[in-house]
């Protein structure tokens, strides 16, 4: 199979590369001013999703912008559970809202495993859209939430602090969590799959959550879930090139020994695990991603220099680290700071002989 040529592509192959690639979770959002924009225009953030030309115009603004190293995909995790057939609406400033949570096994039931040509063809046709946009610039990264991150939507209805009801569920009724959490699997390996045919380059499965989880509790309702779809996915392009597969799970830094052995060929991670001992713990069987503080964005231009060189030098000179946040960017992030973030990464990871 012929190697790839982007270096974002490389390092989550683990080959070597020119310098290490930054994108950045959450790269097109509020805290750009031309996203706004393009959001007005669109009238509210889930027509943006369903319009294909103006998520498309969105997806390339960071790429514009800052010369990131990947564009991913415009979309949002919960159009899942809308395509499933439940009401999702985004209230100003509350966050999501799912109009009838999940209660009972007679709720799952009534759930349908949606096909992603029909349910979820704007996706599709956005994909096409930037495909054609970007002109092979850098490559296009789709995604979808995990299981258990979907689910926790699912069952308390939007955002929670506590998870008290899918809580309540995952120790009451052990047995229809796992019944969601299967029609999950199957709507999204579904999804992933539909979104490689129709051209994403590489996959990333978002596990906002998991990391409220317990550790064994971790590896039966979200790990092994998150097992399965990566066991299900294409991971050869309608190109013929390989389809990296990224797993982020946040809070997870415990579990990347199992991460690992999911068959990804990517592993995320956030700010609370040390880079080079994680590295040293992956034992070169995935590539790495992350892990700068989001926060770190907050600091001085010199500051966040500094710390993005910590970062390089904890992963070291090796192959197989693609830089990123260890979780979504702030809204309230002044843009000039991403663009000094940037050129950090580029002038101190640049022309490592190893790489
Ligand atoms: O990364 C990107 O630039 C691609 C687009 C993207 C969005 N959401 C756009 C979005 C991606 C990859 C996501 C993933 C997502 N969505 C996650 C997992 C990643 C993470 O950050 O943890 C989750 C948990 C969601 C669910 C979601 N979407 C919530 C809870 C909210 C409301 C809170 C918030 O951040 O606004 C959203 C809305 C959302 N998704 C916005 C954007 C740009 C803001 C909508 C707006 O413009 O008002």
């Given at each position: 199979m012929p190697e790839p040529h982007h270096r974002f592509l490389r390092a989550c192959?683990?080959?070597?590369?020119?310098?290490?690639?930054?994108?950045?979770?959450?790269?097109a959002g509020r805290y750009l001013p031309e996203y706004l924009a393009v959001r007005k225009q669109a009238g509210d953030f889930l027509s943006l999703c369903k319009n294909p030309e103006l998520a498309s115009q969105v997806?390339?603004?960071?790429?514009?912008?800052?010369?990131?190293?990947?564009a991913i995909l415009f979309s949002d995790i919960l159009v899942v559970p809308e395509a499933m057939g439940m009401g999702l609406s985004f209230g100003t400033g509350e966050g999501p809202i799912l109009e009838h949570p999940i209660r009972s096994a007679g709720d799952v039931d009534r759930l349908i495993v949606p096909d992603p040509t029909r349910e979820l063809d704007y996706v599709m046709q956005t994909i096409r859209t930037i495909r054609t946009a970007l002109a092979d610039r850098v490559p296009l990264i789709g995604f979808s939430g995990s299981p258990w991150t979907l689910a926790t939507y699912m069952v308390e209805g939007g955002s929670s602090k506590n998870f008290s009801r899918i809580k309540g569920m995952l120790y009451d009724r052990p047995e229809v969590l796992q019944a969601l959490l299967d029609r999950l699997v199957s709507a999204v390996t579904d999804y992933l799959n539909a979104q490689i045919r129709h051209g994403v380059q590489a996959v990333q499965i978002f596990d906002t959550w998991g990391g409220v989880l317990g550790h064994d509790e971790f590896l039966k309702f979200s790990l092994e879930s998150m097992c399965q779809i990566v066991a299900g996915l294409d991971r050869?392009?309608?190109?013929?090139?390989?389809?990296?597969?990224?797993?982020?799970?946040?809070?997870?830094?415990?579990?990347?020994?199992?991460?690992?052995e999911s068959g990804c060929d990517v592993v995320g991670l956030d700010w609370t695990t040390a880079l080079g001992?994680?590295?040293?713990?992956?034992?070169?069987?995935?590539?790495?991603?992350?892990?700068?503080?989001?926060?770190?964005?907050?600091?001085?231009?010199?500051?966040?220099?500094?710390?993005?060189?910590?970062?390089?030098?904890?992963?070291?000179?090796?192959?197989?680290?693609?830089?990123?946040?260890?979780?979504?960017?702030?809204p309230d992030c002044d843009p000039q700071k991403v663009a000094g973030l940037v050129a950090a990464v580029q002038e101190f990871s640049f022309g490592g002989a190893h790489r």
């Open positions: 192959l683990s080959l070597p590369t020119d310098r290490v690639p930054i994108w950045i979770m959450r790269q997806t390339l603004q960071p790429i514009d912008r800052f010369g990131l190293d990947a050869i392009g309608p190109d013929g090139a390989r389809v990296p597969v990224i797993l982020f799970a946040k809070g997870c830094g415990a579990h990347l020994e199992r991460m690992a001992q994680a590295r040293v713990r992956a034992a070169g069987r995935v590539a790495l991603q992350g892990n700068l503080d989001p926060s770190v964005l907050y600091a001085s231009p010199e500051r966040i220099r500094r710390e993005v060189e910590r970062v390089l030098t904890a992963y070291g000179a090796h192959p197989g680290h693609v830089f990123n946040l260890g979780h979504g960017i702030a």
